[in-house]
């Protein structure tokens, strides 16, 4: 009986194998003579042993679950590391591949700031109207308000029924990932919103309105959050110049610059496809890019008809009715271009990069749309820099098929070889020539060239009636545009009169670094 005991233990504690599903078999040798008492105890012995083992496979499971739970929510800045740091998890990879991935630059994991924590107020829902541009700065406004306002921001909509009639949506031209997670330090922003407000606001039930321009935080403060925590979620359906120039606390300031410079970042497709048409430019030496807003909408907006014959005129003056929201409809063009409020043409534009001394070898890329009256109308400028180019003539029709019927993405195309060109001529002052140009200050003053229009037309008139020679037109236009080379400068303020004062987002002088290694202050 005892030796049969200790047999049947002994034997107990080795494992015989693996059974078909997965389960132990347990080895239990059966001795003679050894009563039904003997029976009961391995019994019970094979019941222990199996709750044992069930015991160990499920907390073997548990803490398989856990580690992978803790690895997915440490997520990609310390998953691959530790993954990586692991022989076992590549056991089977080839050394082949191994050899192939030591050649391969590593990238550094993206530093992902912590979550703000505050009480959210409510949901402000944005839709942008205007140019890629003009939505750029009022994003840069909104994330502001939504911040100081402690509530969620809803990823902005973009303008789909202005004249250029871009469907483009948010994530067709941003990098929204990006824009959301860069900006979590600051404010909450949500791609939709929760499921019961998104229902209410599809049946119409949400609060619309339009902010006042060039309102300040205070304004935001003392009128809108009231109403945001009133209906819980408001919708504001205009958002250009809805935040004032300045006047704003530093951190405010910042704060624009910061979603500006760094949080809208422009999809990776579009960031690959200029890097090619700025790596195509600097194979052939040196370039400019020349803003060249002479295009239909501009010239029917602004009224601004010169150079052009009557069938011309009548065209725009026709399109400029078609408009309801273009408030102005009569508009006499000499008296605007006299005072500096016109685009100037493409035959006047050829006169000043002359004046300037700029070389004629020198390659021009026009950041513009389709130029009003075509090659003819271009023809004096190719005459007088022929190594003219545009993407369209950098790039192949399959590398642009994407983005036609999509202004705002062609925009965006040029906005990055704007940036990183040597020198760069806006003709207008619209929106692209404000916020590239601050886009270049920041950058580290980078030159910009802002012609004096007011100026320059009539330097041109006395030049083309023979009241100045060209040796004292140029000198003239030279002495006028040395200061004006987008060098540290502040920001005019005119008190109560927003729209003649300097532009924040062309001149953001809180967030430059200044020659002496200062930061300006307001």
Request: proline share 5%; glycine share 6%; charged share 25%.
């Amino acid at each position: 009986m005892r030796r049969v005991e200790i047999e049947v233990v002994a034997e107990m504690c080795s494992v015989e194998g693996i059974g078909k599903k997965g389960g132990m078999r347990i080895g239990v040798i059966k001795g003679g003579g050894g009563g039904a008492s003997g029976g009961e105890r391995v019994e019970k012995l094979k019941k222990s042993s199996r709750m044992k083992v069930w015991i160990i496979r499920a907390t073997t499971s548990v803490l398989l679950w856990t580690c992978i739970v803790q690895l997915t929510t440490l997520g990609e800045t310390w998953g691959p590391r530790v993954l990586k740091g692991c022989p076992s998890c590549f056991s089977h990879q080839d050394s082949s591949v191994s050899a192939i991935e030591d050649k391969v630059p590593s990238v550094p994991a993206r530093v992902i700031p912590p979550k703000r924590v505050y009480k959210n107020n409510g949901y402000l829902m944005v839709s942008c109207n205007g140019g890629l541009n003009q939505m750029r700065a009022a994003i840069c406004d909104m994330v502001t308000i939504a911040r100081y306002l402690n509530v969620t921001l809803i990823v902005p909509e973009l303008d789909k029924t202005s004249f250029w009639a871009d469907p483009s949506e948010f994530q067709d031209i941003f990098d929204v990932n990006h824009f959301i997670t860069s900006l979590r330090d600051e404010v909450r922003i949500l791609k939709e919103l929760p499921p019961r407000l998104k229902r209410r606001v599809e049946m119409g039930f949400v609060y619309s309105m339009p902010p006042i321009s060039w309102s300040d935080i205070s304004y935001y403060h003392n009128q809108i959050l009231p109403l945001i925590q009133k209906y819980k979620v408001i919708h504001l359906n205009r958002t250009d110049a809805r935040l004032a120039n300045n006047g704003q606390s530093l951190d405010v300031q910042k704060l624009r610059c910061r979603v500006n410079f760094n949080a809208l970042r422009f999809t990776p497709q579009i960031e690959e496809l200029g890097k090619r048409v700025i790596k195509l430019l600097r194979q052939n030496g040196p370039f400019i890019v020349l803003h060249l807003r002479y295009e239909m909408d501009m010239l029917a907006f602004s009224g601004c008809t010169q150079g052009c014959n009557n069938d011309e005129v009548e065209e725009l003056t026709r399109m400029r009715y078609a408009y309801p929201w273009w408030k102005e409809k009569i508009i006499n063009s000499d008296l605007k271009r006299k005072d500096g409020l016109c685009p100037l043409t493409p035959e006047e534009t050829a006169l000043i990069l002359r004046a300037l001394d700029i070389d004629k070898n020198y390659q021009i890329y026009i950041a513009a749309g389709e130029i009003y009256g075509g090659d003819k109308r271009m023809a004096s400028l190719a005459a007088a820099y022929p190594k003219l180019v545009r993407k369209e003539t950098l790039l192949g029709p399959s590398d642009l098929g994407f983005f036609q019927n999509h202004s705002s993405q062609m925009a965006a195309l040029d906005y990055l070889v704007s940036l990183e060109s040597d020198i760069f001529i806006p003709t207008y002052d619209g929106n692209m020539a404000k916020v590239v140009q601050g886009h270049r200050r920041y950058l580290g003053f980078k030159q910009t060239i802002l012609l004096d229009r007011r100026l320059l037309v009539d330097l041109i008139d006395q030049y083309n009636n023979g009241s100045l020679s060209w040796i004292q037109f140029s000198d003239a236009v030279k002495e006028t545009h040395e200061r004006r080379r987008g060098q540290p400068s502040k920001r005019l303020v005119i008190p109560n009169r927003p729209k003649e004062e300097d532009y924040f987002y062309a001149n953001p002088e809180e967030c430059l670094q200044q020659p002496d290694g200062q930061l300006s202050s307001t």
